[in-house]
């Protein structure tokens, strides 16, 4: 008995722990009219390092491996190649693509 209220207690530890790291997003209509549904997505911090669409990650609800590069990794640096990579006030870099947009990249020293 003793043994099973410590595996309880660590798996409720370990689930809270777990949806501190994710916010719900409200349902919102885009301005072309279309609905996108609630969804979680990760609490924004200050790195892409545990971010689910990072490489090495894993969404929990779509089951995709990420696909971008760890900010300050050697593939950060293959990102936009050939680009002038310019950096925001807010310590964001990116670059201005074919469109005129900017593209987001991964942080460079």
């Known amino acids: 008995m003793k043994n099973l209220f410590f595996i309880l207690t660590f798996v409720f530890s ?6 501190q790291n994710q916010t719900w997003v409200n349902g919102y209509y885009k301005s072309d009219g ?17 971010n689910w669409s990072t490489t090495q990650q894993k969404n929990p609800y779509t089951t995709e491996n990420g696909s971008r590069a ?8 293959n990102y936009g190649a050939g680009q002038t990579i310019y950096t ?15 593209t987001y990249v991964p942080k460079r020293n």
Not at 14 to 19: D, H, M
Not at 70 to 77: F, P, T, V
């Open 14 to 19: 370990c689930s809270l722990s777990y949806a």
């Open 70 to 77: 760890k900010d300050y990794s050697m593939q950060a640096y």
């Open 88 to 102: 925001g006030p807010r310590g964001g870099q990116y670059y201005i693509n074919s469109n005129g947009n900017k």
């Open 34 to 50: 279309t609905y996108v549904q609630g969804h979680y997505r990760q609490t924004p911090n200050s790195t892409n390092h545990d």
